[in-house]
């Protein structure tokens, strides 16, 4: 997960950070907030805590968390830097390099990439002293998000006030580098294995873990899609933003995913939904009697293939999970199951397949082409292929 830090200075503007926070937590992003004593003044700890559910940094020397030392550990923890709102004496000691309180001194140990977004009446911000702080932090490479032009909370209008929250934020996820680039799309991630019941005690399920079905639902998350996650039994956290269904059967999971199928716009079929169910299922306990016992199973129904049929906008990313003839088999199913891409793995490589972090994949896609990904974390597989799957939409 990523980290930004806030960092919030004395200006009535401070309120809006309670937003800035929210919407940093829908994107999946670990806020950690350091507050100063005049910003204090505006906004409380307990307000800010509650939001982003971590501890806010007020004091340099708390005894509170003596193990480490915190402006250190919090710069590097930082993977961007914000400062929302920035008052005039915030960019005064930055620019000087004075480092006096939790906010100035953790941010001279940072190495993730600053972000300013100033707010203060407009004489002051339009001072030559504040602007020359200005110019001197952008020569130093902290890039400031400009103030807006409107009625100031002192009676004055004009530039000054913080810029908007969706500006902030959205520069905050360009400088993580994450890509904003499936807004307003519905997308349905099936994850897990099933569990077909045998007795009120046994059932049969598969080897599947879930991680590569909750990395692409996280992924798909944090670049702005609204994600529904139908997900067998695991022992995975749901990812910060995502609904979550759960499901215990193969037809569980048929249910769930072909009664949302038609408002969305994609589904990413990563579930190991088992093939076969018993036949019948025991209302008692199978006692044993000394003799062998035989199951009879029934095939399940083929969800994949069924959404297939029933297809209009959505695109359909399946899975294949072979031990022979790789690419012949994932061919066959891309086709007979009418995907857009399948993504196919031989799950007896080493680092590839079950209940590892890793995994290895050649893509097929509709349109004849074909594609390796090469070794790389589950979460690192999943935007590859929501890059290749939603590539010229
Ligand atoms: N799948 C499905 N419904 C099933 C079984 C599989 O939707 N009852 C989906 C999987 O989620 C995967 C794709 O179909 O995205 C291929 O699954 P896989 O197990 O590789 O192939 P199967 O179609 O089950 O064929 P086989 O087991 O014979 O290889």
């Not at 297939?308 to 690419?327: D, V």
């Amino acid at each position: 997960m990523k980290c930004a830090v806030l960092g919030i200075t004395g200006s009535i503007a401070a309120y809006k950070a309670c937003d800035i926070i929210s919407a940093l937590k829908k994107a999946n992003i670990d806020v950690r907030v350091i507050l100063t004593d005049a910003g204090a003044k505006f906004i409380t700890p307990l307000a800010l805590e509650s939001i982003a559910h971590t501890p806010v940094v007020t004091d340099m020397f708390s005894r509170e968390r003596p193990w480490e030392v915190e402006h250190i550990a919090l710069a590097k923890r930082a993977d961007v830097f914000l400062v929302a709102p920035a008052s005039a004496n915030f960019l005064g000691k930055a620019a000087c390099g004075i480092a006096d309180d939790m906010l100035t001194t953790t941010i001279l140990a940072t190495k993730a990439p600053v972000l300013v977004a100033p707010a203060m009446n407009t004489n002051m911000y339009l001072h030559p002293q504040v602007q020359a702080n200005i110019q001197a932090l952008k020569a130093r490479g902290y890039r400031m998000i400009e103030p807006a032009n409107g009625m100031l909370a002192c009676g004055d209008v004009g530039i000054g006030r913080l810029a908007e929250v969706d500006c902030i934020v959205e520069a905050a996820l360009q400088a993580l580098q994450i890509k904003q680039d499936l807004v307003g799309k519905r997308i349905l991630v099936s994850a897990g294995p099933t569990q077909e019941r045998i007795d009120p005690v046994r059932y049969i399920t598969n080897r599947s873990s879930g991680k590569m079905g909750y990395a692409l639902a996280e992924a798909a998350m944090e670049r702005g899609a609204a994600v529904t996650l139908v997900s067998g039994p695991t022992n995975l956290q749901t990812p910060a933003g995502v609904t979550r269904i759960d499901v215990q059967s193969s037809e569980d999971m048929y249910n769930e995913l072909t009664a949302r199928f038609a408002d969305c716009d994609a589904v990413l079929m990563a579930a190991a939904p088992a093939d076969f169910t018993p036949e019948s299922v025991a209302t008692q306990k199978i006692k044993k009697d000394g003799e062998s016992l035989s199951l009879l199973l029934k095939p399940t129904k083929d969800i994949l293939a069924s959404l297939g049929k029933l297809k209009k906008q959505q695109r359909l990313l399946g899975f294949a999970a072979e031990t022979q003839s790789l690419e012949e088999n994932a061919q066959i199913k891309l086709k007979k199951k009418n995907l857009d891409m399948i993504a196919a793995n031989d799950v007896t490589a080493e680092g590839v397949g079950f209940n590892v972090e890793t995994n290895a994949v050649t893509v097929y896609k509709a349109d004849g082409s074909k594609e390796q990904s090469g070794l790389m974390t589950k979460r690192a597989l999943a935007d590859w292929l929501l890059d290749r799957l939603f590539s010229g939409v």
